[in-house]
């Protein structure tokens, strides 16, 4: 596990990841970590939920915490519930929320870069690098999905976050 903030190491080989949209903003996710991307995810308010916490959605079987994008990355608007994506960290479960998944990429542990200094206060973010897909030339947030699990973990009282 690497420091908040740290580039990947550079012997790492290049991974697969999912890139969402959260407002102008994009993240992308270990592939290997994602286990679905449920579209128009049916959340179910639960009573006392903590900060940044939707609710729960039915996930094969099981309710999983829905949380926040907004919430979880510090953005100043909240996601607008377009897509769950349901994440896997060993035997945890976490649905965050996002406004939609934009595409697939292959990111090459050498162009991550630091998260520039008070960009990620929680510590959910490995680092930074350019996307050249679409014509253009965008900033991607490369997220530490062990470390997001562990803040909906933290913040979550009530045990929504979904073991195995």
Do not use: K, Y
Not at 147 to 159: D, I, K, T, Y
């Amino acid at each position: 596990m690497s420091a908040p903030g740290a580039a990947m190491p550079v012997t790492a080989e290049r991974a697969l990841h999912i890139v969402v949209r959260v407002g102008a903003e994009r993240f992308a996710f270990p592939a290997s970590h994602v286990e679905e991307a449920v579209d128009t995810p049916a959340v179910e308010w639960v009573p006392v939920a903590p900060a940044g916490m939707l609710g729960q959605v039915p996930h094969r079987g099981r309710m999983v915490g829905a949380w926040d994008a907004g919430w979880a990355f510090r953005l100043a608007a909240p996601a607008i519930a377009g897509v769950a994506l349901v994440l896997r960290d060993g035997p945890r479960r976490v649905a965050l929320i996002v406004d939609d998944v934009v595409e697939m990429e292959s990111i090459d542990p050498a162009d991550v870069r630091a998260v520039p200094g008070g960009g990620d206060l929680e510590g959910v973010l490995s680092g930074v690098c350019f996307s050249m897909r679409g014509g253009g030339r965008s900033l991607v947030n490369v997220v530490r999905v062990d470390a997001l699990a562990a803040l909906c973990s933290l913040v979550s009282s009530r045990g929504t976050v979904v073991e195995g």
